[in-house]
């Protein structure tokens, strides 16, 4: 690792990983009894090993990778009703690119484009938005993706799809909600969780408090953290040093972004907009409880499920997942992606079979992307 | 998709819609600033926010802007967020072509 070229501050890094080793030794961790610190968001997942952070750091800290990556954990079935109302003649369906190439049950989104479904690849939901108001003979539908970071976006637009009364806007709503998964994941007597790395921005949305059950409850600290590598090792040190202490509380490493009570404006959206689906399914995970958001039903208009009779609106639904494919494990941190079968082998970033191999946020493309042949060699 | 990007706010465009251009990394996009506003419009016109799929999501200081630019041309991600907007621009003008598809 090139501390002076990649950290902005190297001799901060070292101080930090200095500390860090300091309290690992006090604790008498190492390699064979690590602390197990889950990195909930998958842009810290890439983070950590894009600055090599899981590598430069004490053995007694081991990274468990969580389940913060929308794509990742976006259910084939959800991806099939994306496909089958793309290829719907009156329908522009429009996405954030990443969702382009996960795998559904027949074929990916970018496989049903290359089909000839109008499929448009959109930056945000206000270009669907404009879409919307451009062809008023078409349905547009919006793919709504994304935790608590996305959501307040995709309640904002349908604010404004109401209040200018258009009648061809669609959202196709996936969002999902971050303290849910937390919460089985503790309550799944398999993971042995020390200590969590909160996720930054979608604190910035809805503020730190989501995460007292944690601390209170559980008995576990966690820090909410940016996503600069100093940010990551400071946000792991305040976490060493309540766990040396005996303590469990909700810290806040990156407050000069995250607000304590995080964005109201954005807040209010979402309240307005959405309201909790009894259940969601999760790649991997299964039926987690409320951990799914869906539109309300004075938005019942913009809705697409209810609008074209899909998804959770058409009835129980349940699709397998891949054989052979470990993503759910994976996921919950119980392997590591290179104890996957399928790892380099049937599944790489060019021919993904499970979603983790699909974005950059996903624990596999990242091991993939930065020691992947390393990795796929290790476990030969 | 997750990670913002920061972006100055530039001018209001829309005072009804609560939108505004920003420029992000020398590129020009109009973004709501709808959950950055908490007194006069124009108050958000000069600062600095985290932009998230088009919207402004929080005010940050400017260094901490360059800092998080550079951290997200580091990990790759600035690079898509600005190929994202230029997706998003293309998406309005008609239908695409897939490249590469399998």
Same mark, same amino acid.
């Given at each position: 690792?090139? !501390?002076?070229?990649?950290? =902005?501050? +190297?001799?901060?890094? #070292?101080? &930090? *990983?200095?500390?860090? @080793?300091?309290?690992? /030794?006090?604790?008498?961790?190492?390699?064979?009894?690590?602390?197990?610190?889950?990195?909930?968001?998958?842009?810290?997942?890439?983070?950590?090993?894009?600055?090599?952070?899981?590598?430069?750091?004490?053995?007694?800290?081991?990274?468990?990778?969580?389940?913060?990556?929308?794509?990742?954990?976006?259910?084939?079935?959800?991806?099939?009703?994306?496909?089958?109302?793309?290829?719907?003649?009156?329908?522009?369906?429009?996405? !954030?690119?990443?969702?382009? =190439?996960? +795998?559904?049950?027949? #074929?990916? &989104? *970018?496989?049903?484009? @290359?089909?000839?479904? /109008?499929?448009?690849?959109?930056?945000?939901?206000?270009?669907?938005?404009?879409?919307?108001?451009?062809?008023?003979?078409?349905?547009?539908?919006?793919?709504?993706?994304?935790?608590?970071?996305?959501?307040?976006?995709?309640?904002?637009?349908?604010?404004?799809?109401?209040?200018?009364?258009?009648?061809?806007?669609?959202?196709?709503?996936?969002?999902?909600?971050?303290?849910?998964?937390?919460?089985?994941?503790?309550?799944?007597?398999?993971?042995?969780?020390?200590?969590?790395?909160?996720?930054?921005?979608?604190?910035?949305?809805?503020?730190?408090?989501?995460?007292?059950?944690?601390?209170?409850?559980?008995?576990?600290?966690?820090?909410?953290?940016?996503?600069?590598?100093?940010?990551?090792?400071?946000?792991?040190?305040?976490?060493?040093?309540?766990?040396?202490?005996?303590?469990?509380?909700?810290?806040?490493?990156?407050?000069?972004?995250?607000?304590?009570?995080?964005?109201?404006?954005?807040?209010?959206?979402?309240?307005?907009?959405?309201?909790?689906?009894?259940?969601?399914?999760?790649?991997?995970?299964?039926?987690?409880?409320?951990?799914?958001?869906?539109?309300?039903?004075?938005?019942?208009?913009?809705?697409?499920?209810?609008?074209?009779?899909?998804?959770?609106?058409?009835?129980?639904?349940?699709?397998?997942?891949?054989?052979?494919?470990?993503?759910?494990?994976?996921?919950?941190?119980?392997?590591?992606?290179?104890?996957?079968?399928?790892?380099?082998?049937?599944?790489?970033?060019?021919?993904?079979?499970?979603?983790?191999?699909?974005?950059?946020?996903?624990?596999?493309?990242?091991?993939?992307?930065?020691?992947?042949?390393?990795?796929?060699?290790?476990?030969? | 998709?997750?990670?913002?990007?920061?972006?100055?706010?530039?001018?209001?465009?829309?005072?009804?819609?609560?939108?505004?251009?920003?420029?992000?990394?020398?590129?020009?996009?109009?973004?709501?600033?709808?959950?950055?506003?908490?007194?006069?419009?124009?108050?958000?016109?000069?600062?600095?926010?985290?932009?998230?799929?088009?919207?402004?999501?929080?005010?940050?200081?400017?260094?901490?802007?360059?800092?998080?630019?550079?951290?997200?041309?580091?990990?790759?991600?600035?690079?898509?967020?600005?190929?994202?907007?230029?997706?998003?621009?293309?998406?309005?003008?008609?239908?695409?072509?897939?490249?590469?598809?399998?």
């Amino acid at each position: 690792m090139k !501390f002076s070229t990649e950290f =902005r501050d +190297p001799d901060a890094a #070292k101080a &930090l *990983l200095g500390e860090i @080793a300091r309290l690992c /030794d006090d604790m008498g961790r190492s390699a064979d009894n690590p602390l197990h610190i889950m990195e909930i968001c998958g842009g810290h997942t890439h983070s950590i090993f894009r600055f090599g952070l899981d590598k430069l750091i004490h053995a007694g800290v081991e990274f468990i990778h969580g389940p913060g990556c929308p794509v990742c954990v976006l259910p084939m079935s959800r991806v099939d009703e994306c496909v089958e109302l793309a290829e719907n003649p009156d329908v522009i369906f429009t996405t !954030f690119g990443d969702a382009m =190439r996960v +795998p559904g049950t027949q #074929k990916s &989104l *970018l496989q049903a484009k @290359a089909a000839g479904a /109008d499929i448009r690849m959109v930056y945000s939901p206000l270009d669907a938005l404009e879409l919307a108001r451009r062809n008023p003979d078409r349905q547009v539908v919006f793919f709504g993706l994304g935790f608590e970071t996305t959501t307040p976006s995709t309640a904002l637009s349908i604010q404004q799809a109401a209040r200018e009364g258009l009648e061809n806007f669609t959202v196709f709503c996936n969002h999902i909600t971050v303290p849910e998964p937390i919460k089985a994941l503790l309550d799944d007597p398999y993971m042995v969780l020390d200590g969590f790395i909160g996720p930054g921005h979608v604190s910035m949305v809805i503020g730190i408090h989501p995460y007292d059950f944690i601390a209170q409850d559980y008995k576990k600290p966690i820090a909410v953290a940016g996503f600069e590598p100093l940010d990551l090792l400071q946000s792991v040190l305040m976490v060493l040093r309540q766990i040396a202490a005996g303590e469990a509380r909700v810290e806040n490493q990156y407050a000069r972004v995250v607000p304590e009570h995080g964005n109201p404006v954005s807040m209010a959206a979402i309240a307005d907009v959405y309201e909790r689906r009894p259940s969601f399914e999760w790649r991997g995970l299964g039926e987690i409880d409320a951990s799914g958001l869906r539109i309300r039903e004075k938005y019942r208009a913009y809705d697409a499920e209810e609008k074209f009779n899909i998804g959770y609106a058409a009835g129980p639904r349940k699709t397998p997942e891949v054989e052979g494919c470990d993503c759910g494990k994976v996921m919950t941190g119980r392997i590591k992606p290179t104890a996957c079968p399928q790892f380099g082998k049937g599944c790489t970033p060019e021919t993904p079979l499970g979603a983790l191999m699909v974005s950059s946020e996903g624990a596999c493309a990242a091991y993939w992307q930065y020691g992947g042949a390393r990795g796929v060699a290790a476990a030969e | 998709m997750c990670l913002g990007i920061p972006g100055k706010i530039i001018e209001i465009t829309d005072t009804t819609r609560l939108m505004a251009m920003a420029e992000v990394s020398g590129v020009r996009r109009e973004v709501s600033v709808a959950p950055i506003v908490t007194g006069a419009l124009a108050d958000v016109v000069g600062q600095w926010a985290l932009i998230h799929v088009g919207f402004a999501m929080a005010v940050i200081d400017e260094e901490e802007a360059a800092r998080t630019l550079d951290a997200l041309r580091t990990l790759g991600e600035a690079q898509e967020t600005l190929e994202a907007m230029a997706d998003g621009d293309a998406a309005l003008a008609g239908p695409t072509e897939v490249e590469g598809a399998a």
